[in-house]
């Protein structure tokens, strides 16, 4: 029989730590210490000290896996969206498994050739690309062109006609669908910054049948993040399946139709979709229209696969309120400062006497940052005394890659872990490199 995950009392959120970490790939407790994967977060800890950012191969070949096999029936491919989770090695690791990728900006693209992935394999989404991003991205060989507007239509055709290339090319388009997700990661609505309407988009097409130095080869829409349920994925499809039959009726035969990323994922007891499910309500409509299939998944495939450690610096109980300040704040992950993001706050080491909701007590965990918004988490239930170590689940999508060095914080350093082996992939960032290129006025 399965725990329940979450307790709540009035005085707070108890989150099981077993309960949560059996929905988790790749995390478990063994001999009451948190592991990943053969490694244990303690040896972890000893090497790279806090805080710290550590992933699982395992768990992003898995999920990555799960799409690739979902989709089989059809001709497909999923283009990892970068922006969840940039370090070379995560790119790399999916590079090796054939993925393509989902770029947003020039650095991007670099990041993803620095990692052994094909240009021909990317897509590149994004409303403000310059005249230098498209320059760099025909030059490299890049797959497609994500459009979001007639001007940036206008430009790549200016650019590719420079270069004397042909630019392949999709119109994003936004179907006006309502995603049900948090207002910040909604992207398909009407009054969004992105993409072309709905309705503007065959007139859109036909201009760009008409640019000299346009190739078009598919389209494609994106209407958010975070999404659990099916529905708005297959409203959107069916919009977009209109125009791609509305296109053949004028002529214009596509290749591929991209329905970008946003599958959510399960941080504490959400329940998203799953891939298989995903798979099953799209693949009836998408085998009758004979194109390939891309997708553009970010979260889904690495936020499980990611845990932050970070360490008790200071237990602080005021009257009203408990505070645990710890060595991690929102400048390492912003996203419940950001988007009121609930995560789960789980103990290295469990007491070992048993888990119960008796010997808690009610913590904010909060960083050391000048913020009231600079919290991890709030009112939850847990045993702790200082030097303790807290590993925050759901971390490996939209974490180290939104962070910052607001206070001057050096950011984390990064682990990936496979079998019984880890490996630092990314240095802790040392104070001196934060203002080594700044420059002291000269007067
Ligand atoms: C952010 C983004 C994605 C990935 O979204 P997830 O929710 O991380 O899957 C895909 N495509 C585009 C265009 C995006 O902006």
């Not at 108890?14 to 478990?28: D, K, R, V």
């Not at 991690?328 to 706050?345: G, H, K, T």
């Not at 050096?410 to 080594?436: F, N």
Request: hydrophobic share 40%; aromatic share 6%; with cysteine.
């Amino acid at each position: 029989m399965s725990q329940s995950v979450t307790t709540q009392t009035e005085q707070g959120l108890y989150i099981n730590p077993e309960a949560l970490t059996a929905h988790l790939p790749e995390l478990h407790y063994q001999n009451n210490t948190l592991h990943m994967e053969q490694v244990s977060i303690t040896e972890v800890v000893k090497h790279y000290g806090t805080p710290c950012y550590v992933y699982s191969k395992q768990a992003i070949l898995d999920v990555y896996q799960a799409y690739t096999d979902s989709f089989a029936s059809l001709t497909h491919q999923i283009c990892y969206a970068v922006k969840a989770n940039s370090n070379l090695a995560v790119l790399g690791v999916l590079a090796q498994a054939g993925a393509g990728f989902d770029i947003v900006s020039r650095g991007e693209l670099m990041r993803v050739l620095a990692a052994g992935g094909e240009a021909t394999r990317v897509v590149f989404s994004g409303v403000g690309k310059t005249y230098s991003d498209i320059e760099y991205a025909l030059n490299q060989g890049i797959g497609c062109f994500n459009v979001e507007s007639i001007s940036e239509l206008t430009l790549i055709n200016e650019v590719a006609a420079q270069l004397d290339k042909s630019a392949p090319i999709s119109l994003r388009v936004n179907p006006d669908v309502d995603a049900k997700t948090h207002p910040y990661i909604s992207t398909g609505l009407k009054d969004n910054k992105f993409g072309i309407a709905h309705e503007d988009a065959l007139v859109v097409y036909q201009q760009a049948a008409k640019l000299s130095h346009i190739d078009i080869v598919g389209i494609d829409c994106h209407i958010g993040s975070q999404l659990t349920e099916v529905a708005p994925f297959v409203a959107a499809l069916d919009k977009v399946i209109e125009l791609v039959h509305s296109l053949r009726k004028a002529g214009i035969e596509l290749r591929h139709i991209d329905l970008g990323g946003g599958l959510g994922v399960r941080y504490i007891d959400e329940t998203p979709v799953s891939i298989d499910e995903f798979a099953n309500a799209l693949l009836p409509k998408l085998s009758e229209l004979g194109l390939t299939v891309f997708f553009e998944p970010g979260r889904s495939i690495v936020a499980n696969a990611g845990v932050l450690l970070t360490k008790v610096d200071v237990l602080k109980p005021t009257e009203h309120k408990n505070f645990a300040i710890v060595d991690a704040a929102m400048n390492d992950l912003i996203r419940p400062a950001l988007y009121q993001a609930e995560m789960a706050v789980i103990p290295n080491v469990l007491p070992s006497n048993g888990i119960n909701t008796e010997s808690t007590e009610p913590w904010d965990i909060v960083g050391a940052i000048c913020e009231t918004g600079d919290f991890l988490a709030k009112d939850r239930l847990l045993s702790l005394s200082t030097g303790d170590i807290l590993a925050i689940t759901g971390a490996g999508a939209y974490g180290f890659t939104m962070s910052s060095n607001y206070n001057s914080r050096p950011r984390a350093s990064e682990v990936m872990v496979a079998d019984d082996r880890h490996q630092l992939i990314r240095k802790r960032e040392t104070v001196e490199a934060l203002y080594a290129d700044e420059v002291l006025w000269q007067g």
